[in-house]
């Protein structure tokens, strides 16, 4: 009996040794290698025509200035959404309040006021009410906005490319005598955003 039980345990050692045991295996492994993943840049440049920014003196209630631009020309490596903001920053706020400002597309022909295709309206109206959260790039304003993803509507400027915005400025004429005699400082900001529809 002894000798059977020595035996079992003799079994189950090796059993252990075997079960212990590892197996070898044929393989092969390949590697898709280098893979990146980087970012662009949003950059914009702002050129603008000599009677920019505006220097007004002496004006009077229906006075306007020329026809300028400024030009939104994209120079980073990612086309974007352009908006234009403006803010008083210094002076007074009865002038402020009446200063008008119309602003358009230069249109196919990149010259401002000559009414051809694609010289629209982006805005007429008072300064302080300029809508900041508006994007200028839609192609209901810039006959070359762009959307390369296709993922909304065209309302980008691609890079290397300028979206000229026309504008002038006056003095609405409803303007009373408390703007008389004043002045006013004010920016003008165009903001670039990344594609975001
Ligand atoms: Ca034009
Ligand atoms: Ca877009």
């Known amino acids: 009996m002894k000798k059977i039980i020595l035996s079992l345990l003799t079994i189950v050692a090796a059993l252990t040794v075997v079960v212990?045991?590892?197996?070898?295996?044929?393989?092969?492994?390949?590697?898709?290698?280098?893979?990146?993943f980087a970012?662009?840049?949003?950059?914009?440049?702002?050129?603008?025509?000599?009677?920019?920014?505006?220097?007004?003196?002496?004006?009077?209630?229906?006075?306007?200035?020329?026809?300028?631009?400024?030009?939104?020309?994209?120079?980073g490596s990612l086309e974007f959404e352009a908006q234009i903001s403006?803010?008083?920053t210094s002076g007074s706020d009865p002038l402020?309040?009446?200063?008008?400002?119309?602003?358009?597309?230069?249109?196919?022909?990149?010259?401002?006021?000559?009414?051809d295709w694609g010289?629209?309206?982006?805005?007429?109206g008072y300064v302080k009410n300029y809508p900041s959260s508006r994007v200028v790039s839609d192609t209901a304003y810039y006959h070359l906005a762009n959307e390369s993803d296709g993922s909304g509507p065209p309302d980008n400027i691609i890079v290397g490319w300028t979206e000229r915005v026309c504008q002038k400025l006056m003095l609405h004429s409803s303007a009373g005598n408390g703007a008389m005699g004043q002045s006013v400082t004010f920016d003008?900001?165009?903001?670039?955003?990344?594609?975001n529809d």
Request: aromatic share 14%; hydrophobic share 30%; net charge negative.
């Open 86 to 88: 403006f803010s008083k």
């Open 20 to 36: 212990g045991a590892t197996y070898g295996v044929f393989s092969d492994s390949k590697s898709i290698t280098g893979n990146t």
């Open 119 to 124: 010289e629209w309206m982006i805005y007429d």
């Open 96 to 115: 402020w309040n009446k200063l008008w400002i119309t602003l358009e597309s230069a249109g196919g022909d990149g010259t401002c006021n000559t009414d």
């Open 188 to 195: 003008e900001t165009v903001t670039a955003k990344s594609d």
């Open 39 to 75: 970012t662009g840049t949003v950059e914009l440049t702002l050129n603008k025509s000599a009677g920019k920014p505006f220097s007004v003196t002496n004006a009077y209630p229906g006075y306007s200035t020329g026809w300028e631009y400024m030009d939104i020309y994209n120079t």
